[in-house]
């Protein structure tokens, strides 16, 4: 895969995608169809199946009710994310992907009122950091999370 160039970046990210999920409406800032494939990066495209989770806890908010959640490999969308903390004690959606974790802050700020942003935290996890693990360990108090969420999460090696 070609590595994408300051400027194309700056014409592939522009696609804001609406997003309706039972009683939440998201404007979500994403890569573009046509450059989907051209960068190494998965995490700045919305996946079916990260919708069709959107839509399972949109429906069922008992899954995360009272709960801590992680969403791995949450990338830019942070949908699942954002439904969660309607209900969740606490929600970390992270990713490994630096453009992917821009997209995502400007996602959630943009959706999320003051009262959810506060129980969301973005973090950074590359799969094998100890220092990004332990970061998000922390947030947990150490004792783990009740609700792991994961949607074609996938690992470049």
């Given at each position: 895969m070609a590595a994408c160039n300051l400027?194309?970046?700056?014409?592939?990210?522009?696609?804001?995608?609406?997003?309706n999920y039972k009683d939440w409406n998201f404007k979500i800032n994403l890569l573009s169809e046509e450059f989907q494939h051209t960068c190494k990066s998965t995490g700045s495209m919305l996946w079916e199946s990260a919708r069709l989770m959107a839509s399972v806890l949109a429906s069922n908010q008992t899954i995360v009710s009272g709960k801590k959640v992680l969403e791995q490999g949450s990338g830019c969308g942070g949908i699942c994310s954002?439904?969660?903390t309607k209900t969740a004690h606490l929600v970390v959606p992270k990713d490994g992907d630096d453009k992917a974790l821009e997209l995502l802050h400007e996602n959630v700020t943009t959706n999320l009122q003051e009262s959810s942003l506060s129980k969301l935290h973005v973090k950074k996890l590359f799969w094998g950091n100890k220092e990004h693990l332990e970061s998000v360990k922390k947030l947990s108090?150490?004792?783990?999370?009740?609700?792991?969420?994961?949607?074609?999460?996938?690992?470049?090696?």
């Open positions: 400027s194309k970046q700056q014409q592939m990210f522009g696609l804001h995608m609406m997003g954002m439904i969660a108090g150490n004792k783990g999370f009740d609700v792991i969420i994961g949607t074609d999460v996938t690992r470049n090696i």
